[in-house]
């Protein structure tokens, strides 16, 4: 893996993503055959510092750090205070002389990029109010052990252009997957996004639709995909978000507009009867809990690379 940190899929490039998939794979099968890795990890320790709460970030890293043999230390607002008690940069070079990789769940993406500026050792970025490539790599792997390839499939977005969106759309570019966003009229990327992205396709198969149509959007999706209306962040937003996303609820009448069977996914945790029904929830389409686990998976390989730098 060239990259030493993990900040955004825009800056990760595409062999390092693929090493990633290809790890993953080796790993889950060799821990379905041999019931362990063997320690790859042993003697190192992973800090994660969390200014979000999260059950899946934080119960994936752990236990990936785990199964690699390693140890972790937890890390919380309280403690950590990024940017408040101390400056980022003084931050990043105490811990990193403490630990061997450090995963930050942050509020402001400029938090995470100082951090691994100031880091001697391997910085992920576990989430941040700009990106979330660790849930990007875990969706798009989900993709591939359901249909067994990326080209030429179709994801379609419910929702905002948030964190979720941007890093599945940087992801799509580089693995030459078709990209539709659809949501409320001013809800979309910025100019800014769309350059960046621009700069991420590494496979012409990719092409990406934005729009306000739900419907038309999903036409020919093969993925559809969905998120809450109102991240942690924009609370005092709640209300107003779900009077405007109300027609972007994900149900099995609108998941009539997409392909047959097509598979459903959801980052979690999901408000059932907001932007998605019970009845997709439970329903045969839906994909988020093999979602949620390979979140571990994807997350145990980009520890197992980052770790031989």
């Known amino acids: 893996m060239k990259s030493k940190h993990f900040v955004s899929i ?38 994660m510092l969390f200014e979000k709460p999260s059950l899946r970030t934080r119960v994936s890293f752990e236990v990936a750090m785990t199964q690699l043999g390693g140890r972790s230390i937890f890390l919380g607002q309280n403690e950590v205070q990024l940017g408040g008690r101390e400056a980022m ?11 061997d990789i450090i ?28 990106s979330h ?3 990007a790599l875990a969706d798009l792997w989900t993709v591939k052990e359901r249909y067994g390839k990326w080209e030429g499939l179709k994801m379609t977005f419910v929702g905002d252009g948030n964190n979720v969106a941007r890093s599945l759309g940087f992801l799509c570019a580089r693995l030459g997957m078709k990209f539709a966003l659809a949501g409320p009229s001013g809800y979309g990327f910025d100019d800014a996004y769309l350059k960046t992205l621009d700069t991420c396709v590494d496979n012409s198969n990719f092409s990406l639709e934005v729009g306000s149509d739900p419907k038309k959007l999903l036409k020919g999706a093969d ?22 996303f109300l027609p ?13 069977g097509a598979l459903v996914l959801h980052c979690l945790p999901a408000h059932r009867g907001e932007e998605i029904a019970d009845a997709v929830m439970d329903g045969p389409q839906a994909g988020m809990y093999d979602q949620a686990e390979n979140r571990l998976h994807t997350e145990r390989a980009l520890i197992t690379l980052l770790l031989k730098k």
């Open 248 to 260: 972007y609820q994900v149900n099995n009448a609108l998941l009539k507009s997409a392909k047959p």
């Open 10 to 47: 825009a800056t990760t490039p595409l062999e390092d993503v693929l090493e990633i998939f290809d790890t993953t794979e080796r790993q889950k099968r060799t821990l379905a055959t041999d019931g362990l890795l063997g320690p790859i990890a042993y003697g190192k320790t992973l800090g």
């Open 133 to 135: 490539p660790c849930q």
């Open 103 to 130: 995963m930050a769940r942050v509020f402001k993406h400029h938090h995470v990029e100082e951090l691994a500026a100031n880091s001697r050792v391997p910085v992920i970025n576990g989430l941040s109010d700009y």
């Open 89 to 99: 940069c003084d931050f990043g070079r105490v811990l990193s002389r403490y630990v």
């Open 223 to 244: 993925v559809v995909y969905t998120d809450v209306w109102a991240s942690m962040g924009q609370e005092a937003e709640k209300e107003a978000r779900k009077k405007v």
